[in-house]
Every structure is written in structure tokens, then in C-alpha cells.
């Protein structure tokens, strides 16, 4: 189960750092960018003066816990968000308005 797994750390853990919630941000506003654009993006918007060697690592925590799915095509990689695993987790924690804790009335 999702809620109990490695995966749902994975996604904390991603989320802890504030370039990695950067990289989110930029993919949310822009979707399917390259390392090159990211990297660019961060340093222009955000005065985040990371190597793309720092970027690209940071990408690859997000992509393990899910949050980042990569696309090929010729010598370039793609990167878009995916939402997936934070749906999951808000399912999982969320309850209906009219019950009260722990789904009593």
C-alpha cells in the first residue's frame, strides 16, 4: 500500500528541498523542458546558481519518487511533472466533509 511504502518517503524527501520544489514549479508552469531550459529557468526566476550536474541529481530524486517522468527524442530528455503520487497521498489522508475524525459521525 502506497501509504506504508518506500515510495511515499520518496516523495517527502523530494519535496524537502527548495530547488527540487523549484523544478516543480517550473514544470507545472511549463511542462516537457530540457535540463539546458530548467537550469536556465532557475538561475533567471529563482537566483539559483546550481551546476547542471546539481540539477540534473536533483531531477533524478524527483523522477525516483515519481514526480518526474522523462521523454527522449534524439539527444534530448524531456522532463514533465506528475502529480500521481501527491494525489495519492491527499487520498489517502483525505476525509469527507461531513464526517468527523476517524470517520465518525
Given at each position: 500500500m502506497l501509504a506504508y511504502g518506500a515510495v511515499v518517503g520518496d516523495v517527502f524527501r523530494a519535496l524537502a528541498d527548495p530547488t527540487r520544489?523549484?523544478?516543480?514549479?517550473?514544470?507545472?508552469?511549463?511542462?516537457?523542458?530540457?535540463?539546458?531550459?530548467?537550469?536556465?529557468?532557475?538561475?533567471?526566476?529563482h537566483g539559483v546558481g546550481s551546476s547542471r550536474q546539481a540539477?540534473?541529481?536533483?531531477?533524478?530524486?524527483?523522477?525516483?519518487a515519481g514526480l518526474v517522468r522523462t521523454r527522449r527524442e534524439g539527444r534530448y530528455k524531456f522532463h514533465h511533472l506528475d502529480t500521481s503520487p501527491l494525489r495519492a497521498i491527499v487520498r489517502r489522508w483525505?476525509?469527507?466533509?461531513e464526517e468527523g475524525p476517524c470517520g465518525s459521525p
Amino acid at each position: 500500500m502506497l501509504a506504508y511504502g518506500a515510495v511515499v518517503g520518496d516523495v517527502f524527501r523530494a519535496l524537502a528541498d527548495p530547488t527540487r520544489r523549484a523544478l516543480l514549479d517550473e514544470l507545472q508552469e511549463r511542462d516537457g523542458q530540457t535540463l539546458f531550459e530548467l537550469c536556465t529557468r532557475l538561475t533567471v526566476r529563482h537566483g539559483v546558481g546550481s551546476s547542471r550536474q546539481a540539477v540534473s541529481q536533483h531531477l533524478e530524486v524527483l523522477e525516483q519518487a515519481g514526480l518526474v517522468r522523462t521523454r527522449r527524442e534524439g539527444r534530448y530528455k524531456f522532463h514533465h511533472l506528475d502529480t500521481s503520487p501527491l494525489r495519492a497521498i491527499v487520498r489517502r489522508w483525505r476525509t469527507d466533509p461531513e464526517e468527523g475524525p476517524c470517520g465518525s459521525p
